[in-house]
Structures are given as C-alpha cells and as structure tokens.
C-alpha cells in the first residue's frame, strides 16, 4: 500500500508539471511547437525540456514581463543569437495575441538557446542543455526508482 500511494504522489508531480507548462504554453506564439536541439521542448522557459527548474534566460525575461507576451518580450533576443524572440517563436512582427494564430507556424525554435551548429570537423558545439536536460529529468526518476525498490 505504501509503495501505490508513492508512486501515485510521484505521478500526480509530474502531472502538475505537465499542466503548468500548457498554461504558459498558450501565452507565446507557437509556445507549444518549441524545438531545440531537434526535439520538442515543452518547458521553454527551463533549462530542462521536461520539467520546471532553473530559468533559462527566455524563462528570466518571460517572468519579468509579467509571463505575458508583449512588444519589448517580442522584440528582446533573450538567447543572443541575432534573432528576436518574435521571429524564432513564429511572430516576427509582435502582432501576436493570446488565442490567434502566429504568422508563421513552422520552423519554430527556441528563443532561451542558441541553436546547435558544427564546427569545421562536424561536431556539434552545444550550449550544454541536453546534459543538463539528461540529468535533470533522468537523477530524480532513477532516485524514486531505487527508492520504491527498497522500500
């Protein structure tokens, strides 16, 4: 009996996770097509794909315009790759709002990391994101996995 209700507590975490990003989700243009590193990146204010967590700079920036989408959000390049948060997340022009659809619904990236490129010998330089995206979701489900195993 001990081990259900852990598991169901454990669940019900992760569910509320899910949750609060599909609120945020639908307060930027195309918050729900994010891509980054070639794979969906649902918590696009986090350094971690799946989870809440540390901010990454978007995240930052999103807070302190009050999480609503504007101009001075839109116009803002958050990860300093030389484009606007507006043109990677598909509103280029910041005419956005709430509930419309974007200008432009595909090749939508991440405006918290810079995209991922290759060096002169063809490996990719990253910015670090998918080792701490690996951890940050991996550490704490191996930890209740070993715990539900010895309890």
Same mark, same amino acid.
């Given at each position: 009996?001990?081990? #259900? ?5 454990? /669940? ?6 899910? #949750? ?23 918590? @696009?204010?986090?350094?971690? %794909?799946?989870?809440?967590?540390? %901010? ?7 807070? *302190? ?8 959000? $839109? ?5 300093? &790759? ?8 598909? *509103?280029?022009? $910041? @005419? ?7 200008? %432009?619904?595909? &090749? #939508? ?14 490996? /990719?330089?990253?910015?670090?994101? /998918?080792? %701490? ?5 991996? /550490? ?5 996995? $070993?715990? $539900? #195993?010895?309890?």
């Amino acid at each position: 009996m001990r081990r #259900i209700v852990i598991v169901a507590t454990v /669940a019900l975490c992760l569910l509320e996770g899910a #949750i609060a990003h599909q609120s945020f989700q639908s307060k930027l243009p195309n918050g729900n097509a994010v891509v980054h590193d070639g794979s969906p990146w649902p918590a @696009v204010g986090h350094n971690s %794909r799946y989870s809440g967590g540390a %901010r990454n700079q978007f995240g930052k920036d999103f807070k *302190d315009a009050g999480f609503k989408w504007g101009k001075t959000l $839109c116009e803002k390049d958050s990860d300093g &790759d030389g484009k606007s948060n507006g043109e990677e997340l598909g *509103d280029p022009a $910041c @005419v956005w709002t709430e509930g419309d659809t974007p200008t %432009r619904t595909t &090749d #939508i990236t991440h405006p918290g990391f810079p995209p991922v490129s290759l060096t002169s010998d063809g490996s /990719a330089t990253s910015d670090g994101s /998918a080792l %701490r995206t690996s951890t940050a979701v991996l /550490a704490p489900m191996l930890l209740v996995w $070993c715990w $539900c #195993i010895l309890v």
